[in-house]
């Protein structure tokens, strides 16, 4: 009889159910019925497994959808296209379609009529119709384009595309992904909308209500969410942005609850999630921590203490580098926990347990150590070799990368550059396409972008950048230029900004509205920084990468080697962006000795909470005198009280931002926003008793909908259950 498989994966493989205690997992959605059902009905779910997910008739899961293939999770509430996710899911969009005139991010956007939604561009979601395993035939067609000698990847682009070529239906959007480093290989079928339509969203004051002091921590109040509407064809079908688009019909609603939950009652959430890294070995974990999130921090302090002055001094800058500095505080502050908690949780200590077990199991017996070798020790000499190099490329990242906005712009002219060599010319007429794409793209740049601002960004970075770096890998020629300047950073910055076209919208638009010549690129002062640090960055990546390679291959051969020891139990493949059910209860938390979070909060906190003026715990007009009221209407609980936000044991990671959180009935009762400080570990390690799922009360969503907003029309769209 033909071996299949040397071991068994009981994720995958397993034909009937196994019970599995623990809340830990972002389960794959389409085993769920195999996999989890039974341990999701011993807690209480009350939903058979075919109205979870099924491929045949409507289901939960055709009710959730993935934003802009990934990055939050969205859920239908209406049948008419109507869709909920957090506001800081939807915050850029506000950002962007936001003026001094029109600030919908301080006062909020709620559109009185279906002609008042706005279009934005770009937008997509992303609805999951099937799922199909392809790993036998995905292996075969790997095979086709390995060959001997060279790095063998678990997966290959190339592979994957041949069978989204192969097995592609009209009107889906194919992926085909790997799961475990290669263990399960899956086709993901997608309906892909690219109409949608902002509808409303609170102020920033309530939806970020806190700002980053109660970010990543329970307990919170932020009203964190947004409404969008999807549009479709007459048909229903996916169609570009058309007038005479209609409002989506999904194929499944959300029913939304304003009974709310209680401690210990059962919930459940859908989603997207995003990125774990929990097979990580020690050495990656110990890098991550002692390395990477360390350097990334550093910049970050600088950087953002620069951007958080400005903002507090001018109106017009706090609008236009809102975005950016939520984009670049969320993750400071998640790395901050991270380091702090995968070191209080010496994750370290407890992958290092478990290599040692491994590396046991391998020795006993020949034919294992014959397949995985001194894996251990392979993995510890790989990242010893490049331990001396990874935070250079972490600061050339953030500095040059992520750092100033015009020497991002530069980066733009690097493929530029490139073109017009390819082509042999030495100058862009302005009516050239390319020159066409360049303004489009710099009206936008400009838009959020102000010179002095980024004058003291640059500045910063740069010193970060030399003083920082990896002496083989600084780029000479900026050397050069603050050995000329005797490392005076502000006078480096004055010449940088006073000779660079790329400084301003005017110098900008003077070359591209004339003739757009190589010498101007090539000889540009930010151009020419921005390219030489990203040269030396390419020869510090070459210099790795066959190192890198041996990495990844050993980690693949690493995962393979815990499930082999594993097998039996069933194991979940990290997050990366496809759809995942994790279930548990709600459910409070003591984080040290004597102190206790409740499962819930309340109302209450906004006025605890709140001072007038502050940037992070200021009031909308009215907000507080419609509180002091206490006209809670239906969205009270039986006591009288508004519940604004709780806490569940669900595991969850970025990508699940806006994921519904359902009842055991499947019905609408938060929506997923946040983890708790203590639960920063969590995309490397999740801890049993420590790890949290914040989020905001359905109930308190709806209120604000309602009674503070006005827009009750968008109440009655909604099958509310009482």
Same mark, same amino acid.
């Given at each position: 009889?033909?071996?299949?498989?040397?071991?068994?994966?009981?994720?995958?493989?397993?034909?009937?159910?196994?019970?599995?205690?623990?809340?830990?997992?972002?389960?794959?959605? #389409?085993?769920?019925?195999?996999?989890?059902?039974?341990?999701?009905?011993?807690?209480?779910?009350?939903?058979?497994?075919?109205?979870?997910?099924?491929?045949?008739?409507?289901?939960?899961?055709?009710?959730?959808?993935?934003?802009?293939?990934?990055?939050?999770?969205?859920?239908?509430?209406?049948?008419?296209?109507?869709?909920?996710?957090?506001?800081?899911?939807?915050?850029?969009?506000?950002?962007?379609?936001?003026?001094?005139?029109?600030?919908?991010?301080?006062?909020? $956007?709620?559109?009185?009529?279906?002609?008042?939604?706005?279009?934005?561009?770009?937008?997509?979601?992303?609805?999951?119709?099937?799922?199909?395993?392809?790993?036998?035939?995905?292996?075969?067609?790997?095979?086709?384009? #390995?060959?001997?000698?060279?790095?063998?990847?678990?997966?290959?682009?190339?592979?994957?595309?041949?069978?989204?070529?192969?097995?592609?239906?009209?009107?889906?959007?194919?992926?085909?992904?790997?799961?475990?480093?290669?263990?399960?290989?899956?086709?993901?079928?997608?309906?892909?909308?690219?109409?949608?339509?902002?509808?409303?969203?609170?102020?920033? %004051?309530?939806?970020?209500?806190?700002?980053?002091?109660?970010?990543?921590?329970?307990?919170?109040?932020?009203?964190?969410?947004?409404?969008?509407?999807?549009?479709?064809?007459?048909?229903?079908?996916?169609?570009?942005?058309?007038?005479?688009?209609?409002?989506?019909?999904?194929?499944?609603?959300?029913?939304?609850?304003?009974?709310?939950?209680?401690?210990?009652?059962?919930?459940?959430?859908?989603?997207?999630?995003?990125?774990?890294?929990?097979?990580?070995?020690?050495?990656?974990?110990?890098?991550?921590?002692?390395?990477?999130?360390?350097? %990334?921090?550093?910049?970050?302090?600088? +950087?953002?203490?620069?951007?958080?002055?400005?903002?507090?001094?001018?109106?017009?800058? &706090?609008?236009?580098?809102?975005?950016?500095?939520?984009?670049?505080?969320?993750?400071?502050?998640?790395?901050?926990?991270?380091?702090?908690?995968?070191?209080?949780?010496?994750?370290?200590?407890?992958?290092?347990?478990?290599?040692?077990?491994?590396?046991?199991?391998?020795?006993?017996?020949?034919?294992?150590?014959?397949?995985?070798?001194?894996?251990?020790?392979?993995?510890?000499?790989?990242?010893?070799?490049?331990?001396?190099?990874?935070?250079?490329?972490?600061?050339?990242?953030?500095?040059?990368?992520?750092?100033?906005?015009?020497?991002?712009?530069?980066?733009? $002219?690097?493929?530029?550059?490139?073109? %017009?060599?390819?082509?042999?010319?030495?100058?862009?007429?302005?009516?050239?396409?390319?020159?066409?794409?360049?303004?489009?793209?710099?009206?936008?740049?400009?838009?959020?972008? @102000?010179?002095?601002?980024?004058? +003291?960004? $640059?500045?910063?970075?740069?010193?970060?950048?030399?003083?920082?770096?990896?002496?083989?890998?600084?780029?000479?020629?900026?050397?050069?230029?603050?050995?000329? $300047?005797?490392?005076?950073?502000?006078?480096?910055?004055?010449?940088?900004?006073?000779?660079?076209?790329?400084?301003?919208?005017?110098?900008?638009?003077?070359?591209?509205?004339?003739?757009?010549?190589?010498?101007?690129?090539?000889?540009?002062?930010?151009?020419?920084?921005?390219?030489?640090?990203?040269?030396? @960055?390419? +020869?510090?990546?070459?210099?790795?990468?066959?190192?890198?390679?041996?990495?990844?291959?050993?980690?693949?051969?690493?995962?393979?080697?815990?499930?082999?020891?594993?097998?039996?139990?069933?194991?979940?493949?990290?997050? @990366?962006?496809?759809?995942?059910?994790?279930?548990?209860?709600?459910?409070?938390?003591?984080?040290?000795?004597?102190?206790?979070?409740?499962?819930?909060?309340?109302?209450?906190?906004?006025?605890?909470?709140?001072?007038?003026?502050?940037?992070?715990?200021?009031?909308?007009?009215?907000?507080?005198?419609?509180?002091?009221?206490?006209?809670?209407?239906?969205?009270?609980?039986?006591?009288?009280?508004?519940?604004?936000?709780?806490?569940?044991?669900?595991?969850?990671?970025?990508?699940?931002?806006?994921?519904?959180?359902?009842?055991? +009935?499947?019905?609408?009762?938060?929506?997923?926003?946040?983890?708790?400080?203590?639960?920063?570990?969590?995309?490397?390690?999740?801890?049993?008793?420590? #790890?949290?799922?914040?989020?905001?009360?359905?109930?308190?969503?709806?209120?604000?909908?309602? &009674?503070?907003?006005?827009?009750?029309?968008?109440?009655?769209?909604?099958?509310?259950?009482?």
């Amino acid at each position: 009889m033909k071996r299949v498989l040397k071991y068994i994966t009981v994720l995958f493989l397993l034909s009937c159910p196994v019970r599995v205690w623990a809340d830990e997992g972002m389960w794959l959605i #389409n085993l769920m019925e195999r996999i989890n059902y039974e341990t999701m009905q011993a807690k209480g779910v009350q939903l058979s497994a075919e109205e979870i997910y099924s491929e045949t008739q409507p289901s939960l899961k055709d009710a959730i959808v993935a934003l802009d293939y990934g990055s939050c999770t969205g859920s239908m509430i209406s049948q008419s296209g109507l869709m909920i996710t957090n506001h800081h899911c939807a915050y850029d969009d506000i950002q962007k379609i936001s003026s001094m005139e029109h600030d919908y991010l301080k006062n909020g $956007f709620w559109a009185k009529r279906a002609e008042e939604e706005i279009v934005i561009p770009g937008k997509t979601v992303m609805f999951l119709q099937k799922v199909k395993d392809v790993t036998e035939e995905y292996r075969k067609v790997l095979a086709k384009y #390995n060959k001997p000698g060279e790095y063998q990847p678990y997966f290959s682009r190339r592979a994957g595309s041949e069978l989204e070529k192969k097995y592609k239906e009209k009107g889906y959007e194919l992926s085909c992904v790997p799961m475990l480093r290669g263990d399960r290989y899956y086709l993901f079928y997608y309906k892909v909308y690219s109409d949608v339509r902002l509808v409303g969203a609170p102020s920033a %004051m309530l939806g970020a209500f806190g700002g980053d002091t109660d970010n990543w921590s329970w307990p919170q109040h932020k009203c964190d969410f947004s409404l969008y509407r999807v549009y479709a064809d007459k048909d229903g079908n996916p169609a570009k942005y058309s007038k005479d688009n209609v409002p989506l019909q999904p194929q499944y609603v959300l029913p939304v609850s304003v009974a709310g939950l209680k401690e210990g009652d059962y919930a459940m959430l859908l989603g997207y999630p995003g990125s774990t890294a929990r097979y990580t070995p020690s050495f990656g974990v110990a890098e991550k921590i002692e390395v990477s999130d360390p350097a %990334m921090v550093k910049v970050r302090d600088v +950087k953002l203490a620069i951007l958080r002055e400005a903002m507090q001094a001018d109106p017009e800058v &706090k609008l236009q580098y809102a975005s950016k500095y939520f984009g670049n505080s969320n993750y400071w502050k998640y790395a901050i926990g991270e380091m702090k908690y995968t070191r209080q949780y010496d994750v370290v200590g407890l992958k290092t347990a478990e290599e040692q077990k491994l590396t046991e199991w391998i020795k006993a017996d020949s034919r294992r150590l014959s397949k995985y070798g001194d894996l251990i020790a392979e993995l510890r000499e790989c990242y010893a070799f490049q331990a001396p190099y990874i935070a250079a490329d972490i600061y050339h990242k953030e500095t040059m990368i992520n750092g100033s906005d015009i020497l991002r712009l530069g980066l733009r $002219f690097k493929a530029v550059e490139g073109r %017009m060599k390819k082509d042999k010319c030495c100058k862009m007429e302005k009516d050239c396409s390319q020159c066409q794409m360049l303004r489009k793209v710099c009206e936008n740049y400009f838009k959020d972008y @102000n010179e002095q601002v980024d004058r +003291k960004v $640059f500045a910063a970075a740069l010193r970060l950048y030399i003083e920082n770096m990896h002496p083989d890998f600084i780029a000479p020629e900026i050397v050069q230029l603050v050995k000329k $300047f005797d490392s005076n950073y502000e006078k480096l910055t004055e010449y940088v900004y006073e000779h660079s076209f790329l400084a301003s919208r005017e110098k900008l638009f003077a070359k591209l509205n004339k003739d757009l010549r190589l010498e101007d690129i090539v000889k540009d002062p930010a151009y020419i920084i921005v390219r030489s640090a990203q040269d030396k @960055n390419y +020869k510090l990546r070459d210099y790795l990468e066959k190192n890198r390679q041996k990495i990844a291959e050993l980690r693949t051969k690493y995962t393979a080697a815990l499930l082999e020891m594993n097998q039996g139990k069933a194991i979940y493949p990290d997050a @990366n962006s496809t759809m995942r059910i994790t279930y548990g209860n709600v459910g409070g938390y003591s984080s040290k000795d004597a102190v206790t979070y409740a499962s819930h909060s309340t109302i209450v906190g906004y006025p605890e909470k709140y001072v007038k003026g502050d940037p992070e715990f200021d009031l909308p007009e009215g907000f507080l005198d419609l509180v002091e009221k206490g006209e809670w209407g239906r969205y009270a609980d039986t006591a009288g009280k508004l519940y604004t936000g709780f806490v569940t044991n669900q595991d969850i990671t970025g990508g699940n931002s806006g994921s519904p959180v359902m009842n055991a +009935k499947g019905e609408l009762v938060g929506l997923a926003y946040d983890g708790n400080w203590e639960s920063m570990a969590g995309d490397l390690y999740f801890h049993p008793e420590y #790890n949290k799922c914040v989020c905001v009360d359905i109930r308190f969503v709806l209120w604000v909908i309602d &009674k503070y907003a006005g827009a009750g029309r968008l109440i009655e769209e909604m099958n509310i259950k009482e």
